[in-house]
């Protein structure tokens, strides 16, 4: 067996996105602990300064994040549907991508490479021949679809809306396993390398491992019946897919509440916290109105926007902030549906209006909703009195706060951390006892 302190685990997050650098640093922290050498490699990107911020060094790569590559990449996962794909990246910008990533990996020989939603890391571990673990599809995996979780959506194409609600209840568990537009980019990288293809959508959701950041018991999926993969290949992801539930894996950013923040929410009055993330401006400008309209002082984390116009004695805009300390002390928040963002509100017992944009989004917020802490509507009615009006009920009915304290004290007792550290841990203790085992 392999000594836990000659492991050594490559961290790719997609530095695009806050929830994936977090969630990184926290499973390579847990994992130091148990000795494991990490090695954090990235092409950059918004958040990227927060690895180094947190004492990792950062082996940089090919080709550099841009904000045209970052709105690219999130324009593609936004149109990912039954009858719209586009391209994640330009094909030289893949191609150069694949090449830094095969050339680091060779280089590191690692024994694990951890992704989140870095795609070009399908092709290029596979070129270079190293097992994938991914944390990116939060609880967006076959075995949650196969049991029917994925809610009717809120905002589905007009041909689907047409439908019966069953219907579309079954589509929307049913059709992620067959898009294969996504896949379309990444398939014509990994045939031109010679490794194998992803089957499609719910494919790219899975790795070698796949870390379900939930618990069993608030997604209501036994964990006999998720880590029994046999079932779901058909569903596309790798025939060697091993899937362990973590627990919540959210942001826990080591940096202070400011004091103006800290001012803000001195608790003399009822404060909405306006949080999403991979938003552009002038949506966030439109949650920021509606959030105005429910009466209460309204505290904005607008990240990399410039929306200081809209500051007013009772509107407080500010940058990036630590949303652990920051949303116990609010009343709601509006979100879109991100599971790091969803889950810290659970955390924090803070009821909230989620507006999803696909299916992943879409689950996360059905499952507060199902707790009874949160209200999901679509993105479109941010534009109508309709945001203001559900703040106004989250904020009016004790019953919503009640739910989100519950869900508060579920997750309390756990580390999703170390859950998921041990979880990689131990995959590879069994992948190693299997390459030793004799071949009778």
């Known amino acids: 067996m392999l000594e836990a302190r000659t492991r050594k685990v490559v961290m790719l997050p997609q530095c695009s996105f806050l929830s994936e650098v977090s969630r990184a640093l926290q499973i390579a922290g847990a994992l ?133 609600k069953p219907v579309q209840r079954f589509l929307a568990n049913r059709v992620p396993a067959l898009l294969k537009g996504p896949v379309k980019q990444l398939n014509r990288h990994a045939r031109e390398r010679g490794v194998e293809p992803l089957a499609g959508l719910m494919g790219m959701m899975c790795g070698d491992l796949t870390l379900v950041t939930e618990l069993p018991e608030i997604l209501d999926l036994p964990s006999d019946e998720l880590q029994a993969p046999r079932r779901f290949r058909s569903w596309g992801p790798r025939v060697t897919t091993t899937y362990r539930f973590t627990g919540p894996l959210f942001a826990r950013l080591e940096i202070p509440v400011p004091p103006e923040v800290d001012a803000f929410l001195d608790g003399s009055q009822r404060v909405v916290y306006v949080a999403p993330t991979s938003v552009d401006e002038s949506f966030l400008r439109t949650l920021v109105l509606g959030a105005r309209g429910s009466g209460v002082r309204v505290l904005v984390a607008a990240g990399p926007h410039d929306i200081n116009d809209l500051a007013t004695d009772d509107v407080l805009v500010t940058g990036v902030l630590p949303n652990h300390l920051v949303m116990p002390r609010v009343d709601a928040a509006v979100i879109m549906g991100g599971q790091g963002s969803v889950q810290t509100a659970m955390a924090s017992g803070t009821p909230f209006i989620g507006l999803p944009y696909h299916g992943e989004q879409e689950l996360n917020v059905a499952v507060a909703e199902r707790l009874g802490m949160a209200i999901r509507m679509k993105p479109a009615d941010a534009h109508t009195p309709a945001l203001s009006n559900a703040l106004r009920s989250l904020l009016t009915d004790p019953d919503y706060a009640t739910a989100a304290r519950r869900a508060a004290a579920v997750y309390a007792p756990v580390d999703g951390a170390e859950l998921a550290a041990q979880a990689i841990i131990d995959w590879l203790d069994s992948r190693t006892h299997r390459q030793a085992a004799p071949v009778a």
């Open 32 to 164: 130091r602990k148990r000795g494991v050498q990490v090695v954090f490699a990235s092409r950059g990107g918004t958040y990227a300064h927060l690895i180094g911020e947190a004492g990792y060094p950062v082996r940089r790569l090919d080709p550099a994040a841009s904000p045209e590559t970052e709105q690219r990449f999130l324009q593609a996962i936004l149109s990912m549907g039954p009858f719209t794909s586009r391209d994640f990246y330009t094909n030289d910008e893949l191609r150069t991508a694949v090449d830094a990533e095969v050339a680091l990996l060779r280089e590191e020989s690692p024994d694990l490479v951890v992704t989140g939603f870095t795609l070009s890391a399908y092709v290029s571990t596979k070129v270079a021949r190293v097992p994938l673990a991914t944390d990116h599809a939060g609880s967006f995996v076959p075995p949650v679809l196969a049991r029917g979780l994925c809610p009717i959506p809120v905002n589905p194409p007009d041909d689907l809306a047409r439908l019966p």
